[in-house]
């Protein structure tokens, strides 16, 4: 009987104690009972041994625990990393519709208040303003000590037509 099996059994073996027992007892007159067999101490070898399989059984499961809960936690952070990403596309988007409404307010105000202007006119000014406003914001807010940008009434007319060019290709696309 293996030691597992000794500790599961334990009554069986205080019985077959207990029989083998009275067989040689009777024959001195002696009637036995009953038998208490309290423990089972098995040798400090094996007790160590059996220690060390309890230890690496419980790491084995706190091992797992800690792979799952890492798991959630990865699931989590990807999750939330989704939800700020949509919710900044959102936010992204209600920013372009918010400018896109306040370009066209800016052109049919322009073009009402100053005689003589065309819509294209207004757009050129709004574009160019625009661009010398992101050339601030890049001077201004950016950790970089250069920048080189191509610069002149050239190439502000050109970044314009390229805006506008985009511009009209996406809304042919779309229709």
Known sequence: MNLDDL?????????????????????????????????IIPDAAVRK????INA????????VYKGEAEKILMVKKAE?????????G???????????????????????SVSGT??????????????FDTIKELGDGSKNTTIFIPHGPGHVKDISEQ?????????SSNV
Request: charged fraction near 25%; hydrophobic fraction near 45%; avoid cysteine.
């Open 7 to 39: 500790f599961e059994q334990k009554n069986d073996v205080a019985k077959a104690v207990l029989e083998e027992l009275e067989k040689v007892m009777a024959d001195y007159g002696y009637s036995i009972e009953h038998i208490l067999m309290v423990d």
């Open 49 to 52: 041994a059996m220690n060390d």
């Open 163 to 171: 805006i506008r060019d985009g511009m009209m290709q996406a809304s």
């Open 56 to 63: 690496a059984q419980r790491l084995q499961l706190a091992s």
């Open 90 to 112: 959102v936010g992204i988007a209600k920013q372009r519709q918010a400018i896109t409404d306040g370009l066209r307010e800016n052109i049919l105000n322009f073009s009402h």
């Open 118 to 131: 065309s819509a294209k006119e207004v757009m050129d000014l709004i574009m160019v303003t625009q661009y």
């Open 80 to 88: 939330a990393e989704a939800e700020a990403k949509y919710l900044s």
